[in-house]
């Protein structure tokens, strides 16, 4: 059985997270009690019933607290119990997500008439804090569009196979700030930049033209050598661990040339390693 719980503040996307897992064909339950969950599992581990091999569960705040308090101790019980499971969180900056509200006209679970939008929103970042803490994967949809969270839970969490690790190599621009997603970040503004280069700047690090420049810079290839190393040092340790998802965040000034090249070729490197590597390129159109 394959357990994946959703999480997260709200407007930050579980719904949509959660139809797509549905959309993928696991058995699928919105808002289920925290203390609920142990025996909805034992319930389905009895059955042996084939249509519950996926399940996605979501859990928010209107749990009680100290039942969400319960869930880190509860959810490493279901892993030594054999169960393959995984959290997943999701969140958004505090601008973003009053936004959402204000467009969707939705009210907040932790609104009132003496409860503000901002301060219900706070008052939730606390009482998740818990889950936080535990999550397998967390996801900040700041910057992310409905289309774009549907399809990389698709790629992340619908093809990744059992008792492997999901790793993402993804490449951003530091002037647009840290991806608060990260695991790992490498700052590769010290390498050669094609920027400088009249004929490559409009160009990305995807462009034959850019990857032939930055193939000939021998800072460039030892950079990429050092991170591959650090990775595959590493790597087999975070898997010991029982992770299931990796995100490591390579950066350049703008995130159009060096940071593109390298996380791609960091990718290609670890693939002839390990099964599920993916590249993102925050960035990029």
């Given amino acids: ?49 084939g249509s519950y091999t996926d399940v996605g569960v979501g859990l928010d705040a209107r749990n009680r607290p100290s039942d969400i308090q319960q869930l880190p101790a509860l959810l490493k019980k279901l892993k030594d119990d054999g169960v393959e499971c995984e959290l997943i969180f999701l969140q958004a900056s505090d601008d973003v997500l009053l936004t959402r509200f204000s467009e969707t006209r939705r009210r907040h679970p932790l609104s009132s008439e003496t409860v503000s939008l901002r301060e219900a929103i706070a008052k939730e970042r606390a009482l998740l804090g818990p889950i936080i803490d535990a999550a397998d994967l967390i996801v ?8 774009a969270l549907r399809e990389m839970i ?29 695991d790992f970040v490498f700052d590769v503004r010290c390498l050669p930049n094609p920027y400088w280069e009249t ?6 690090g995807l462009d034959d033209e850019v990857i032939a420049f930055l193939d000939a810079q021998p800072a460039v290839q030892e950079m990429v050598d050092d991170i591959t190393r650090f ?25 159009q040339h060096r940071s593109v090249y390298v996380a791609e070729a960091v ?11 993916q590249t993102r390129h925050h960035e990029l159109p």
């Fill in 154 to 182: 698709r790629e992340r969490i619908g093809k990744k196979k059992p008792s492997t690790m999901s790793i993402l190599i993804e490449s951003f621009g530091y002037k647009h700030g840290l991806p608060p997603d990260a």
């Fill in 267 to 277: 990718a290609k490197r670890l693939r002839a390693v390990h099964e599920s590597i």
């Fill in 1 to 49: 059985m394959r357990l994946v719980i959703i999480s997260g503040l709200s407007g930050s996307g579980k719904s949509v997270a959660l139809h797509l897992l549905e959309d993928l064909g696991f058995y699928c339950i919105d808002n289920i009690p925290v203390g609920l969950l142990r025996s909805f599992v034992d319930e389905i581990l009895l059955e042996k019933d």
């Fill in 199 to 204: 004929q490559l700047r409009p160009l990305t």
């Fill in 140 to 147: 900040d949809t700041t910057r992310t569009t409905a289309y």
């Fill in 231 to 255: 990775l595959e040092r590493w790597i087999p340790l975070y898997q010991r661990f029982q992770r299931s998802y990796l995100t490591v965040a390579i950066g350049c000034t703008g995130g």
